[in-house]
């Protein structure tokens, strides 16, 4: 079975008073989920939305929403995020102590599960749940911006994991750009997440047409 090629434009760096031109964009140029990345000012250094506004671009897209929970106690929200609409709800390991409990409560929610992973954070921390989860987010930066540079040691992580569940989708989140992504392609991610490299240009639809072309086929 191939694995579907996605593309996953992240919000985080959009114009949110635009925001409804901008979903329409990424709807038009072929994207297939959008990521929305919650920030709590906690577990990374940054703040940005909650399950509210997630809610109000659910009502803005046909797109699945993929929450990205950058968040201390994900346990706490993602009953939340589920009543927002959340297609996928993707944890980070780093975030709980209970992850194999979360994932499943993530399931029973009706959301796909997934689970992310630090760029220093070795694999071996999400082993045992690669069973329970639709998805694994690799990190390819530190979290909490949009607009930093791949962290080339994050694709020999892709590598490994792909090596290991070779039908699992594979999410890379951080510095996906139209050099890039062929990298990430290779190294066995099946979907990119892309933020400023999509929504800081002057057309977003056209830019996200040339991220779909470059990863089908
Ligand atoms: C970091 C965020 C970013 C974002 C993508 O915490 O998760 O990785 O989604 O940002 P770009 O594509 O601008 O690196
Ligand atoms: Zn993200």
Redesign the pocket.
């Known amino acids: 079975m191939s694995l579907q090629q996605i593309i996953a434009p992240?919000v985080?760096?959009a114009d949110f008073l635009e925001l409804g031109k901008g979903l329409k964009a990424i709807e038009n140029g072929g994207a297939g989920l959008v990521?929305l990345?919650i920030?709590d000012g906690h577990f990374?250094p940054?703040v940005s939305f909650g399950p509210g506004v997630s809610k109000c671009i659910g009502k803005g897209t046909s797109l699945p929403l993929d929450c990205?929970l950058?968040i201390s106690n994900p346990e706490q929200y993602v009953e939340e995020f589920a009543k927002a609409g959340a297609a996928y709800i993707s944890v980070h390991a780093e975030t709980t102590n209970h992850l194999d409990r979360l994932l499943h409560q993530i399931r029973e929610l009706g959301c796909k599960p997934a689970v992310a992973l630090n760029p220093a954070t070795p694999l071996e921390s999400i082993l045992h749940v690669l069973d329970i989860v639709d998805m694994v987010l690799i990190?390819s930066?530190n979290?909490?911006?949009?607009?930093?540079k791949l962290i080339p040691y994050t694709l020999e992580k892709i590598r490994r994991l792909r090596a290991l569940c070779p039908e699992k989708d594979i999410q890379i989140?951080?510095?996906?750009n139209l050099e890039t992504i062929r990298m990430a392609k290779d190294a066995g991610a099946n979907i990119f997440?892309?933020?400023?490299?999509i929504f800081c240009t002057s057309n977003p639809e056209e830019t996200c047409k040339q991220f779909v072309m470059k990863v089908s086929g």
């Open positions: 992240s985080l760096n990521h990345d920030m990374v940054n990205h950058m990190m930066v979290p909490g911006f949009g607009g930093q989140d951080g510095g996906v997440v892309v933020g400023s490299a």
